[in-house]
Nanobody, 115 residues
């Protein structure tokens, strides 16, 4: 059974940075493409970044150049470094496999960007 636990969210000022972490349990992690998703209030949940088991990455246009996804297979953890935060980055951030699996959604971690 796979469990994903996100952490690292916070209230930050515009222009600030955060590093989100997603700790995974279960044997799929090393072979899975992992993604970070976010859901802003009143909006659908969208993929913002993904990383393959081999380390290849891809990003949504809205976050290119500001977000960086990485993974540590030895720790079963995927990270999202977020720089130059904007108010429109405010959302609950989740990790999941890509393609997503409904049964893997965790509680997410809240990122709020406000002065």
């Amino acid at each position: 059974q796979v469990q994903l636990v996100e952490s690292g969210g916070a209230l930050v000022q515009p222009g600030g940075s955060l590093r989100l972490s997603c700790a995974a349990s279960g044997s799929i992690f090393e072979i899975a493409t992992m993604g970070w998703y976010r859901q802003a209030p009143g909006k659908q949940r969208d993929l913002v970044a993904l990383i393959t088991s081999g380390g290849h990455t891809n990003y949504a246009d809205s976050v290119k150049g500001r977000f960086a996804i990485s993974r540590d297979n030895a720790k079963n953890t995927v990270y999202l470094q977020i720089n130059s935060l904007k108010p429109e980055d405010t959302a609950v951030y989740y990790c999941n496999t890509f393609p997503q699996r409904d049964e893997y959604w965790g509680q997410g971690t809240q990122v709020t960007v406000s002065s």
